[in-house]
């Protein structure tokens, strides 16, 4: 049923677009056609003149094929490479151009549905259908023809049923992957003269008589919502994973009065006349049901337009096109009386498709064959009358009327003593306990909105409705605060001060939510494109939100700072930090994308998979390897492998370097260097991630253009974040409570393996990137300030390959700091410091489940001599057995320290606090990355503790500027670190700033903290 300008040349198809190309089916064309999709419309262009200019800037396209619409001719002969999606947009055509005089049979033929949808259920095409969600009932904004004829939809509304019942039967009878988006009050460009649209009856009223006409005195409400939105929307439900079978309503949430709508067309049209009808219109309105937002929320979509961009867009576009005799033929808007033969008993199928997320429902399967016969409709509307505008009733009153009034009810009763009672009742009532009562529930209701945002904001909830409504409901109870707040002076209990501070906070609070919350809805479109679900501009998403991020940053720190000055908001204060450390997380992750999902290359990823039960240097064994391709942002292929598959393909033989041949070939017991030893380096971006590289080169072919690098935390606190993980090869569930547990479980030895069997860590993290593919971009928002704090915490590394060096020298790359000079707030350090224990597993076991570690430093200052350190790093194995994979911990430990550092003497301290003197042979001093190693190599039996210390001197003092700075960083691949830190002074100086809260005492102070990831301490000292 279509004719062809030209054959369509093969293997051009992929998008086809049926109908409605001058308005919604154009920007569905343009966003398609800009991700370089082949993009074939279906419709008479000619009915399109040359007002419709915007047409032409995608007539150039080479991908652009166009079809015109003919009943006479078979689809499939045209098409002869089978689209792999369709985009039916002709409902939405009939409906803008609906003729009383159309006949069922001849909508039908036009809709030509059951054409497109067989070719669907033989080539496997995505299908999408376009409707109309009617809101209103017909009486609301009635259009009425010049000769006072009504038009009846009826016909229309009948044939949209019958389409979408089709349409949802066929998926669930012959599994035709479709799904059915509904649109209303659509505005913007390219807009048909003869839509029906409340907008365009507005426009036309305003060019024709200079008047605008509102009923139920302009209150009635509509949801405008732009075609840039809806074209989203349709891409994003057409591309998503789980949409087959669904209904989404594509609808602005934001509703807009009709006189808000006519005050901005008689801003820019000048000398507009806005009256409101004699007659109000009766009924019930629908309006947005829960289930259509549900539908919204479960697709991630909503309207980035602001609906007076979408009403300027249509009056402007009208303004241009529409001659003055046309104006005059378009019905103007009008009210009626409520017509008395309306039948209200919609049947509404979209909540029955919303039985889709709700519950099982069953449809009409066939259209029935009564409907198509050559005549008008005379089928009964069955739409939902609109809700009556019930206006309050204007109180006149004069305080001489009321005093009148109480002055002859007192003096006309003898009961002066209980009215006079009753009137100072009255008058508490009045003055004290509703003021009190009023202002209470505006405060919980601003306690409310502060912790709903600050849990949405670390995605602890989810985003609520009121959001940003903290300053409305502070501005209700500001008139009444003063005196609620002089009262409770009076008997001693005003806390002032303490609710301005949260008013204010929330208030500010609101607007913190609002920016993260566009900076979800970038991250979601992002999200869809990485992930293949849709289409956008990367680059201007990750600029939009890094906007966000800095207005929302600056907010957040406005709150920490006059919070600091409120020593009784301590809590307030702790989660106003973490909503900082959040956003921080937020900012850190968003300077990373480009580089990270490889926004302007195609790029492949080696993911290391560690386990941290076998502890190396920069994280855990090598276990596995994950390849991720990407193209200009786009994720194109996944493949998990195991290390020992990876180092079989290996040709030749790779002898270690010097530096690592006595830990490779005396303590592993290996002949070669292979892939799984190559993190043997503490420096992740300069040594290791290269030499992997190299390997995966060596054995894959490919070229290698990042290293990512995770451990067993990693995993278990991802699986944390995203929920249980079913892995059918063991018929287990991992959650991460049990995770570790079945890690070491199910540990294997797999040295020399020849068999490449699937590990526990490859099967669990494919089945955990099947899991991530297949969620909602929703719900995978939480991941990306996720790995912002996993970098912080050392469980996960980025090497950006040579071209992003600069990039890998961030906090996500792993490397061994520098040592500060200079810091903000203290100045130039007087003694500076660094500690960065590391111990490797060289036992080739799992010992590591077992061993538990902590670090003690200490320091004694002086303004004349050098600074003398103690490091004392203590490791304890809990394990109870030798048997395999348990047993002794044979460890090589390094400690880094600063590279002119002056060493004196290492001990060891064994279980009975026997200390044995370290012989200067058994010690390994070298220098790496810009620091002085101390390795010294032990054995740990089991149910034993080792305590390695370390003593140094620092050839500094504290000079005129008396301050001190430690760096102490944590080793990848463990979770946290007990640190204790002493610092003895000199009794002539005093503590004058801190970077941290410490325990003073005499001559000395102290701080102990779990460390999760690297610490900075500073301080300075006064005389």
């Known amino acids: 049923m279509i004719s062809a300008h030209n054959n369509l040349p093969n293997n051009e198809i992929n998008c086809l677009i049926i109908g409605n190309a001058g308005f919604l089916g154009y920007e569905l064309a ?43 001719i078979n689809i499939e002969k045209y098409i002869e490479q089978a689209p792999d999606y369709i985009f039916h947009l002709s409902l939405i055509d009939f409906y803008e151009s609906f003729d009383i005089e159309t006949s069922l049979a001849q909508a039908y033929a036009a809709m030509n549905i059951e054409t497109y949808l067989s070719l669907c259920q033989k080539t496997g095409t995505k299908f999408l259908l376009a409707s109309i ?11 009425q023809q010049l000769d006072k004829k009504t038009i009846d939809r009826s016909i229309f509304w009948q044939i949209q049923e019958d389409i979408e019942t089709l349409t949802i039967k066929t998926v669930e009878q012959s599994e035709v992957n479709a799904r059915v988006v ?47 939105d809806v074209a989203l929307g349709m891409i994003k439900a057409m591309f998503s994973q789980s949409s087959k079978g669904k209904m989404y309503a594509l609808i602005n949430k934001e509703r807009i009065s009709l006189l808000s709508i006519a005050h901005l067309i008689k801003k820019q049209l000048g000398d507009i006349l806005i009256k409101y009808s004699a007659v109000d219109i009766d009924g019930e309105r629908q309006g947005l049901t829960q289930a259509m937002i549900n539908s919204q929320e479960v697709l991630g979509w909503f309207a980035h337009h602001h609906w007076e961009d979408g009403a300027l867009d249509t009056l402007k576009w009208l303004q241009e096109i529409v001659p003055v005799k046309e104006i005059n033929n378009i019905p103007p808007l009008i009210s009626f009386q409520k017509k008395e033969s309306l039948e209200i008993s919609k049947s509404n199928l979209f909540n029955k498709v919303s039985s889709n997320f709700h519950g099982d429902t069953k449809i009409n399967s066939q259209i029935s064959s009564s409907k198509i016969q050559n005549q008008p409709t005379t089928i009964k509307k069955k739409h939902f009358v609109p809700p009556l505008t019930i206006q309050p009733p204007v109180v006149h009153f004069s305080l001489f009327s009321i005093l009148n009034r109480i002055t002859k009810k007192f003096f006309s009763s003898k009961k002066i003593a209980i009215k006079l009672l009753g009137i100072v009742c009255g008058l508490i009532l009045f003055l004290v306990i509703i003021p009190q009562t009023l202002f209470e529930l505006g405060y919980d209701a601003i306690l409310a909105n502060y912790q709903d945002n600050i849990n949405y904001i670390l995605n602890l909830g989810e985003k609520k409705q009121n959001m940003g409504s903290s300053q409305t409901i502070k501005n209700g109870v500001k008139f009444i605060q003063p005196m609620v707040m002089w009262q409770r002076k009076l008997i001693g209990n005003s806390n002032d001060k303490i609710y301005k501070t949260k008013l204010q906070s929330a208030v500010d609070l609101d607007k913190v939510s609002i920016d993260i919350s566009k900076v979800h809805q970038n991250m979601e479109l992002m999200l869809d494109v990485v992930l293949g679900r849709g289409v956008g501009d990367l680059t201007n998403l990750q600029q939009e939100s890094k906007r966000e991020l800095a207005a929302a940053f600056d907010e957040i720190a406005f709150i ?6 409120d020593n009784n908001n301590n809590d307030d204060l702790d989660k106003i930090v973490q909503v900082k450390n959040h956003i921080t997380n937020w900012q850190e992750f968003i300077l990373q994308i480009p580089e990270l999902f490889a926004f302007d290359s195609r790029k492949v990823v080696a993911v290391m998979i560690g386990d941290s039960l076998e502890l190396r240097p920069s994280g855990g064994f090598l276990d596995s390897v994950m390849l991720l391709t990407f193209e200009k942002g786009k994720l194109l292929d996944v493949q998990v492998k195991n290390v020992y598959e990876l180092d079989a393909s290996l040709k030749g033989i790779i002898k270690p370097p010097d530096e690592l041949n006595y830990i490779i070939e005396q303590h592993l017991g290996e002949s070669q260097w292979w892939l799984r030893d190559a993190n043997m380096y503490a420096d992740f971006p300069n040594k290791t991630a290269p030499r992997i590289a190299w390997f995966l080169q060596k054995q894959t072919s490919l070229s290698i253009g990042s290293v990512w690098a995770v451990d067993s935390y990693f995993i278990q606190n991802l699986i944390d974040l995203i929920g249980p993980v079913f892995l059918p090869e063991y018929n287990e569930t991992i959650n991460s409570d049990n995770f570790l547990d079945r890690l070491y479980f199910h540990a294997n030895l797999n040295l020399g393996n020849e068999k490449n069997t699937a ?42 390959g040579e071209s992003g060096q600069e990039l890998s020298l961030q906090p996500w790359s792993g490397e061994i700091k520098k040592i500060p000079n200079q810091v903000v707030e203290f100045g130039d350090l007087s003694v500076a410091d660094y500690v960065m224990p590391v111990d490797i597993n060289l036992g080739i076991n799992k010992a590591n489940y077992f061993i538990t570690r902590s670090l003690n430093y200490n320091i004694t200052l002086d303004n004349k001599s050098d600074s003398a350190v103690k490091i004392a790093y203590s490791l304890q194995n809990s394990s109870q057995t ?16 600063p590279a002119d550092a002056i060493l004196d003497k290492v001990w ?25 190693r101390v390795g010294l190599y032990l054995e740990i039996p089991p149910a034993s503790k080792r305590l390695i210390e370390l003593t140094y001197k620092i050839a500094k003092s504290l000079n005129e500027n008396n301050t001190f700075g430690l760096y102490i960083q944590k080793q990848p691949g463990i979770t946290t670190l007990p640190v204790q830190i002493v610092v003895n002074y000199p009794p ?21 903290q779990d460390l999760e990831k690297d610490i900075f301490f500073a301080v300075s000292f006064s005389p």
């Open 882 to 897: 030798e048997t395999w994979p348990s047993g002794s911990y044979k460890t090589m430990v390094w400690l880094y320290v």
């Open 908 to 932: 060891v301290k064994n279980d009975n606090g026997d200390t044995i003197e370290v012989n200067n042979k058994d010690i390994e001093i070298v220098n790496d990355a810009g620091k002085k």
């Open 30 to 72: 343009k966003k398609l056609l800009s991700q370089n999709c082949k993009v074939v419309c279906i419709d008479d262009k000619n009915r399109y003149n040359s007002a419709w200019k915007h047409m032409n800037q995608l007539s150039d396209n080479k991908n652009l094929l166009w079809l015109k619409s003919d009943q006479n």
């Open 133 to 143: 969600e009617s809101l209103y009932e017909e009486g609301f904004l009635q259009l």
């Open 182 to 228: 509904r649109v209303s009050d659509l505005c913007g460009l390219g807009i048909s003269i003869k839509s029906p649209g409340v907008l365009n009856r507005l426009i036309f009223s305003a060019l024709q008589t200079k008047t605008i006409i509102l009923p139920n005195e302009g209150l009635d409400e509509v949801y405008l919502t732009h075609i840039e």
């Open 759 to 800: 590990s526990f860590l490859q099967t669990l993290t494919l089945r955990l990137s099947e899991k991530i593919k297949a969620a909602s971009s929703v719900s995978l928002i939480k991941t990306l300030p996720f790995l912002s704090s996993q970098a912080s915490q050392k469980h996960f590394m980025v090497w950006y």
């Open 988 to 1008: 002539s100086l005093k503590l004058s700033k801190l970077s941290q809260q410490v325990i003073k005492r005499s001559g000395y102070f102290e701080l102990g």
């Open 560 to 565: 920490e700072a006059y919070l600091k000055k």
